[in-house]
C-alpha cells in the first residue's frame, strides 16, 4: 500500500503547533512520544541518510523554499507536513535565522542488539553524563574515529536535547547510541560479547591510577569507558576494566574537560588500531 502523507494548514499557536513545542522543550514528553525535534541541514540530511524515520516535516510558503527543501518534501514519507506562517517557524526554530525545514524525528529503540558483534568491535560507554554540549561532543569525535556503537548508562543528560544534537552536529544520526538504566544493564551484554569473540577490552578513563595513554596498549576488541564530569567513573565500572588509564598533563589544572579527554583517547585508540 503507498504511503499517503497528511498535509496540514495552520495559522495559529493550536495543538499541532503546541505539540511540536512541548516536545522540542520538555524531556518527558519527549521520552513519552518516542519524538524528538531536529532542525538544521547537516542534521536532517543525515537522519535521512541514515533511514531514521521521519514523522513530521515543517516549513513555511511565506519565503520561497530552497531546492533542497523542496526535493526533501517531494520524497518524504513521513507521516505529517506541517504548512504555517514564517512567524510559528520562527517562534520553533532555535537559530537566529529560522530555518525553512524542521522535523519531528521517531527514536530508536534502545536495544543492544543494534550493536553488530565483530572481533574488531570498538564501544565507548559514557557513564552519567551532564552536560548535553559535552555528550554532542563525545558523539561527534566517536563518529570521527572509528567508534562502532556508544552506550550512555546512569541518570544523563537527554541524548534528543536540541542542544545536544546541536553539538554534535548531526553525528547521533550516523551511530547507533543505546541508553540503559545502569552499569547493571551492561554486564550481561559484556558475557555475551566475551562468548561469542572471546577476549574484550575494557579500559576505563581516570585520573587516580599511574598507568598513561602513551604506555598502554589498545586493542580491539575494545570498549572505552567514560565517567561523569564531576565524579569521574564509578567504582562499580573500575571494577569491571582490564586497565585504568589517564593522559598525562602538566600545569595547575587537575584534568581535562572530558569531550576534550575523550576525544585524546579516541584519538590515540584509533592510531593504534588503525
Not at 532542525?39 to 531514521?52: F, M, P, T
Not at 523542496?70 to 506562517?85: C, F, N, Q, R
Not at 558523539?139 to 541524548?159: E, K, P, Q, W, Y
Request: charged content about 25%.
Amino acid at each position: 500500500m503507498k504511503h499517503k502523507t497528511k498535509n496540514i494548514k495552520i495559522y495559529s499557536e493550536n495543538n499541532e503547533f503546541q505539540h511540536v513545542e512541548v516536545l522540542k522543550r520538555n524531556r518527558v514528553k519527549r521520552s513519552k512520544n518516542k519524538k524528538f525535534f531536529v532542525e538544521g541541514v547537516k542534521s536532517i540530511n543525515l537522519a535521512l541518510e541514515n533511514q531514521w524515520k521521519i514523522d513530521t516535516f515543517l516549513y513555511s510558503n511565506e519565503k520561497k523554499l530552497s531546492n533542497w527543501a523542496k526535493e526533501i518534501l517531494s520524497k518524504s514519507t513521513a507521516k505529517k507536513h506541517i504548512e504555517m506562517p514564517f512567524s510559528l517557524m520562527d517562534k520553533l526554530s532555535g537559530k537566529e535565522d529560522s530555518s525553512e525545514l524542521l522535523t519531528l524525528v521517531e527514536m530508536k529503540n534502545d536495544d543492544l542488539d543494534r550493536i553488530k558483534i565483530k572481533k574488531d568491535l570498538f564501544v565507548v560507554v559514557i557513564d552519567r553524563a551532564s552536560s548535553p554540549g559535552n555528550l554532542g561532543t563525545i558523539l561527534r569525535s566517536c563518529n570521527s574515529f572509528a567508534v562502532d556503537a556508544v552506550i550512555m548508562t546512569g541518570h544523563s543528560v537527554d541524548l534528543y536535547e536540541p542542544k545536544t544534537i546541536q553539538a554534535s552536529l548531526g553525528t547521533l544520526f550516523s551511530i547507533p547510541i543505546i541508553r540503559l538504566g545502569s552499569h547493571n544493564d551492561l554486564i550481561p551484554w559484556i558475557k555475551k560479547v566475551k562468548s561469542k569473540i572471546g577476549n574484550f577490552n575494557i579500559i576505563g578513563t581516570t585520573v587516580k591510577t599511574d598507568k598513561t595513554i602513551d604506555k598502554t596498549n589498545f586493542e580491539t576488541p575494545l570498549m572505552l569507558l567514560i565517567g561523569n564530569e564531576t565524579y569521574g567513573l564509578s567504582s562499580n565500572y573500575k571494577e569491571i576494566c582490564d586497565n585504568l588509564v589517564k593522559i598525562p598533563i602538566s600545569g595547575s589544572a587537575s584534568s581535562l574537560n572530558v569531550a576534550c579527554a575523550t576525544s585524546i583517547f579516541l584519538y590515540e585508540i584509533n592510531k593504534q588500531i588503525k
